[in-house]
C-alpha cells in the first residue's frame, strides 16, 4: 500500500500536465473531470496510506520511496525521494483532503469564469507541488515544492490579471515570500557545505553533533526561520497575506489558510533538532509567533472586508502555531495546522458562499441578517467560527489550541507567552463572532442575488464539521488515558515532555480558557449585536479612532515598508533610469556615430575632392616612403 | 652636346605633374579636367624619358610610347564621356556633376 505513495503528488501534476497542454480548449465537464478526479484520486490514496500506515507503522515508523537520482556533481546526490512519517502522513492526508474538498467547491465557485482551465491548471499544479513539499525526503525537493507553491500562489492571488491590484497583490506576495525564500536557500547552502548533505533525516543526526546553541545550528535556524516567517506570513514579514485576498476565494482557503502558509510551521517542525539546537532561535519563534498572533488579532477586530477579517485570523493562528512551535511543542503546533486546515478553509468556502450569494460584496457591514435565509451556511459558519473560537462544549476541536497554551504555560519562562496567548483567545474569541453577529444577524440589507449551487454548500458543510469533531480521536485519548492523535505525532516529533503537577491544573486552565473565549463572544455580542452604538461611540473617541485607523492599516507595516524600503528603492530607480553601467557602451556607440557622420561627409560626389584625397593620400603614403 | 643634369630633368616633370593636378583640383570644366589629366601624363612621360636618358636605357622611350597611346585611348574615351555628360546634364561644370553621391 505504501509503495502507492509516488502517486500522490503525481496525480495532480499529470491532472495539470493535461490541463496546461490543452490550455483550456477541453469542455467545462472534462477540466472539471481531470481537475477534481485527480485530486480526489490523490486524496483517496492519500487515506489508504494513511490508514495503511497507522495500522502497521513500517520499520523505524518511517517509509521512504526513491523515485530516481536526481543530479549528481561530486558529493552532491539528491535524489527524488519521497518520505513518510508520522508528520508527512499527517500534513498529506490533510493537504490532499482539504484539496479535495476545495476542489469539488471550486467547480461552483468558478463556473461562470473564463478562466476556468487554467485556475483548475494552477490548483493542480499547487496541489502537486505542496504534496511535493510535505513529503520530500532532502532540502533541494522540499525546496521545489516551496518555490512551486509560491509561483502557484502568486498566479492564482493574481489569477484576475485584469485589475491591476490584484497584479500588485500577487507581486507583493511574491516579493515578501522571496525574501524569505533567499534565506532559506543561503540556510541550504550552509547546510550542505557544513554537513555535506541534504537529506533530513542525516542532517538532523549530523547537526546533533554540534554542541548546543553554537554557531553553525544557529545561523542555519536563524535562516530557515526567516525562510518560515515569510511563507507563514509572520510578523514582520506578514504584510502580503491580507492582500493575497485579491485572489478567488477557493484560493484563499486552500492556499492562504489551509496549506501553503502552513509550510513555515511545517519547515520547522520538520527540522526541530536543528531548531533545538538553536535555543535563541527556538526562544525568537515563540515571540514572533505570541506577538503576531496578538498583533494580527487587533487587526482582524477593525477589518471589514469579511476575506481580511478571515485573512488576520489565519496570521494569528499561525502565530499560534509559531508558539508552539517556539516551546518545543511540535505535536500541538502539528495538530493545530490540521484542524485549522479544516475550519480556517471552512470559513473561507462560507465567506466565498456569502460573497457570491451577494455579488461579490466584501463589506460585512453590507451583509446581515443571513442567518434566516441561508440557515445551512449559518450553521455550518457558525460551528467552525466556534471551533476558531475554541468553546468546548459546541465544538470539540477546543483542545488544539488550548494544548498549545497548555505547553507555553508549562515551558521555562513561558508565562508571559502563556498571557500573550490568552488575550489572543480573548480576541480571537471577540473578532470572529463580530464577524458573525453582523454577518448573519441584524437586519438584511437587499435580498440575496442568487442562491449557491451545492457543490460549494457541500464541501463548505463537511469542512465545517470535520473541524468541529476532528479533536474527537484526541478528547477520548486524554480522558481514557491511551495513545491519540497528540502521542502519534509525539513519536516521530519528540519534543519536551512536560506535565502538570497536579492533576487538577489542567481542569483549572480549561476554565480559564473558555471563561475567556465566552467573554470574547459577550463583548462582540454586546458591542456589535445587542449595541452598535457602544462601538460607534468607542471609535469616535480621539483615543479609539487612533487605534482604529492603526490596527486597520495593520500597524502601519504597509506604511513603514514602503517609506523605508520601495520609497528609496524608487527614488534610486529613478536616479538611475538611464542605467550607468551602460555608459561606457553608450559613449562607444556615440564615438562610432561621430566618426561615422565624419567620414560620410566626405562622400560627397564632387570628382575634385575624390581627386584631392587621393592626390593627398598618395602624397602621404610617398613621403612616408621616403622619409622612413 | 651639353647634358642636361638628371635633376633638372626631374624637376620640369615635378613641376609639369604639380601644375596637371593643381589643374585637375582647381578647374571645374570637365575639358579642362582632361587636359591637366594630359599634362599630368606627359609629365610622367617626361620623366621616363630623362631617366631613360641618363641611364642609357631605350626603356624609358618605350614606356613613353605606351603612355602616348594610353594617353590617346583616354582622350577618345574622355571625350565621348564628356559628350554624353553634356547631353545629360547641359553643362560641364564637374561641380554639378555630383549625382553619384553615397
Avoid at chain 1, 475567556?516 to 456589535?528: D, E, K, N, Q, S
Amino acid at each position: 500500500m505504501l509503495s502507492l505513495l509516488w502517486l500522490v503528488p503525481m496525480l495532480p501534476l499529470a491532472g495539470f500536465a493535461v490541463l496546461a497542454v490543452t490550455a483550456g480548449q477541453l469542455p467545462r465537464k472534462a477540466v472539471s473531470a481531470i481537475a477534481v478526479g485527480s485530486v480526489s484520486l490523490s486524496a483517496f490514496i492519500a487515506i489508504l496510506i494513511t490508514i495503511a500506515y497507522v495500522v502497521t507503522a513500517p520499520a523505524g515508523a518511517a517509509y521512504s520511496q526513491t523515485a530516481w537520482q536526481w543530479i549528481r556533481v561530486g558529493n552532491f546526490a539528491p535524489a527524488v525521494a519521497l518520505r513518510l512519517d508520522a508528520l508527512s502522513v499527517t500534513m498529506m492526508v490533510v493537504v490532499a483532503f482539504v484539496s479535495a474538498l476545495i476542489h469539488v467547491y471550486s467547480t461552483g465557485f468558478m463556473a461562470d469564469d473564463a478562466g476556468y482551465s487554467r485556475f483548475f491548471a494552477y490548483m493542480n499544479l499547487f496541489v502537486g507541488s505542496m504534496l511535493i513539499l510535505v513529503l520530500a525526503d532532502n532540502l533541494l525537493l522540499l525546496y521545489l515544492g516551496w518555490e512551486g507553491v509560491g509561483l502557484c500562489s502568486y498566479l492564482l492571488i493574481g489569477f484576475w490579471y485584469r485589475e491591476p491590484d490584484n497584479v500588485r497583490a500577487a507581486l507583493k506576495a511574491f516579493f515578501v515570500t522571496r525574501i524569505g525564500d533567499a534565506a532559506f536557500a543561503i540556510g541550504i547552502f550552509l547546510l550542505f557545505t557544513s554537513l555535506g548533505t541534504l537529506n533530513i533525516p542525516a542532517i538532523l543526526n549530523g547537526i546533533s553533533a554540534y554542541p548546543r546553541g553554537s554557531a553553525l545550528p544557529t545561523a542555519v535556524a536563524a535562516l530557515l526561520l526567516v525562510g518560515a516567517i515569510a511563507k507563514s506570513a509572520q510578523l514582520p514579514l506578514q504584510t502580503w497575506l491580507p492582500d493575497a485576498m485579491a485572489g478567488p476565494t477557493p484560493v484563499s482557503a486552500l492556499i492562504h489558510a489551509a496549506t501553503m502558509v502552513t509550510a513555515g510551521v511545517y519547515l520547522i517542525a520538520r527540522m526541530h533538532t536543528l531548531f533545538l539546537a538553536a535555543p535563541a532561535v527556538l526562544l525568537a519563534v515563540a515571540i514572533i509567533g505570541a506577538v503576531t498572533q496578538l498583533m494580527a488579532s487587533f487587526s482582524a477586530l477593525t477589518q471589514y472586508d469579511l476575506k481580511r477579517i478571515l485573512a488576520y485570523s489565519t496570521i494569528s493562528q499561525i502565530g499560534y502555531m509559531f508558539l508552539a512551535l517556539g516551546v518545543g511543542a511540535w505535536a500541538a503546533a502539528i495538530y493545530h495546522f490540521g484542524t485549522h486546515a479544516f475550519f480556517k478553509a471552512a470559513l473561507f468556502l462560507g465567506a466565498g458562499v456569502v460573497i457570491k450569494m451577494l455579488g461579490e460584496e466584501h463589506d460585512i457591514f453590507k451583509m446581515g441578517g443571513l442567518r434566516l435565509r441561508q440557515p445551512v451556511t449559518f450553521w455550518a459558519f457558525l460551528f467552525a467560527a466556534l471551533t476558531l473560537a475554541a468553546v468546548p462544549p459546541l465544538t470539540i476541536t477546543f483542545n488544539s489550541k488550548d494544548l498549545i497554551l497548555n505547553q507555553a504555560f508549562l515551558s521555562e519562562g513561558g508565562l508571559g507567552l502563556w498571557i500573550l496567548g490568552l488575550i489572543g483567545t480573548f480576541l480571537t474569541a471577540a473578532y470572529t463572532f463580530r464577524m458573525v453577529f453582523v454577518v448573519f444577524f441584524g437586519p438584511e440589507h437587499g435580498a440575496p442575488e442568487k442562491t449557491p449551487s451545492r457543490s460549494m454548500v457541500v464541501p463548505f458543510v463537511i469542512l465545517a464539521f470535520l473541524g468541529a469533531i476532528a479533536g474527537v480521536p484526541e478528547l477520548l485519548s486524554s480522558i481514557s488515558g491511551g495513545n491519540g492523535f497528540y502521542s502519534f505525532l509525539h513519536s516521530a516529533l519528540p519534543g519536551p515532555v512536560r506535565d502538570f503537577e497536579s492533576a487538577g491544573d489542567p481542569w483549572l486552565l480549561q476554565l480559564i480558557y473558555v471563561a475567556t473565549a465566552l467573554a470574547g463572544i459577550a463583548v462582540a455580542y454586546l458591542l456589535c449585536e445587542r449595541a452598535p452604538q457602544y462601538t460607534r461611540s468607542i471609535v469616535s473617541t480621539s483615543v479609539g479612532s487612533l487605534l482604529h485607523r492603526w490596527w486597520l492599516a495593520d500597524w502601519g507595516f504597509d506604511w513603514l515598508y514602503q517609506k523605508l524600503f520601495v520609497g528609496p528603492y524608487m527614488v534610486l530607480a529613478r536616479i538611475n533610469r538611464s542605467d550607468f553601467v551602460d555608459l561606457f557602451y553608450r559613449g562607444l556607440a556615440l564615438v562610432s556615430r561621430v566618426i561615422n557622420g565624419l567620414l560620410s561627409s566626405t562622400v560627397n560626389g564632387n570628382v575634385r575632392w575624390y581627386v584631392a584625397a587621393v592626390a593627398g593620400g598618395a602624397v602621404i603614403v610617398v613621403g612616408l616612403v621616403v622619409v622612413l | 652636346m651639353a647634358t642636361i643634369p638628371v635633376e633638372a630633368g626631374f624637376i620640369v616633370a615635378g613641376l609639369l605633374f604639380l601644375m596637371g593636378l593643381l589643374g585637375v583640383l582647381v578647374r571645374r570644366n570637365v575639358i579642362y579636367i582632361l587636359l591637366a589629366i594630359e599634362i599630368m601624363l606627359n609629365a610622367a612621360g617626361l620623366a621616363f624619358v630623362v631617366a631613360g636618358a641618363h641611364w642609357q636605357q631605350p626603356d624609358g622611350q618605350v614606356m613613353y610610347f605606351f603612355v602616348l597611346t594610353m594617353a590617346a585611348a583616354e582622350v577618345a574615351v574622355g571625350l565621348s564621356l564628356v559628350l554624353q555628360m553634356y547631353h545629360k546634364f547641359n553643362t560641364l561644370d564637374a561641380n554639378l556633376i555630383n549625382k553619384m553621391r553615397g
